[in-house]
């Protein structure tokens, strides 16, 4: 037993010093300017803010944890990936015809269950859909001049 807590304490030392360091690895958690918004009305606006826009947007809220190596860098991906994969603070960026092309796929998404992603809801139940959002976020996309998405 001895020789184990000879093992452990400079173990759990060389522990606690690499997780103080990774804390100065420098972790890019800004909010560039919105450019533009894309149009929906307030109802399709607010299930957007509330599940989407952390993720798909320049107006991402950090939470605390997001402070905290390593699991900033895991959040400071997931929000670059998400803005690069669609961001609805650069709207005007894309085409109207990838803006059809985006409305489609993210109500596909939706649709499939795929977004909100499953592990971003417990930290964040706000932004699980009920059907209502679901029926908002699909007649947003058909308004939108989108394909007519499939029906739940």
């Known amino acids: 037993m001895k020789h184990f807590r000879r093992l452990v304490k400079p173990s759990l030392a060389v522990l606690l ?5 990774i804390q100065l690895v420098p972790v890019d958690r800004t909010n560039p300017p919105v450019e533009t918004e894309a149009p929906a009305s307030a109802e399709a606006r607010s299930v957007l803010r509330r599940a989407c826009y ?4 320049n107006e991402t809220v950090w ?3 997001s402070r905290i190596a390593p699991v900033s860098w895991l959040v400071a991906r997931d929000v670059r990936e998400g803005r690069e994969e669609l961001n609805f603070s650069t709207w ?3 085409a109207t015809k ?3 092309k985006a409305l489609r796929e993210s109500w ?3 649709e499939e269950g795929e977004m909100p992603l499953w592990f971003y809801l417990p930290t964040h139940p706000e932004a699980r859909l009920s059907p209502q959002d679901r029926s908002v976020l699909r007649a947003w996309s058909l308004s939108m001049g989108g394909q007519a998405p499939k029906e739940h």
């Open 17 to 21: 010093v690499a997780l103080v360091a």
């Open 54 to 57: 952390d993720c798909h947007s």
């Open 63 to 65: 939470p605390w944890y």
């Open 92 to 94: 005007n960026r894309l």
């Open 98 to 100: 990838d803006q059809f």
């Open 108 to 110: 596909e998404e939706v």
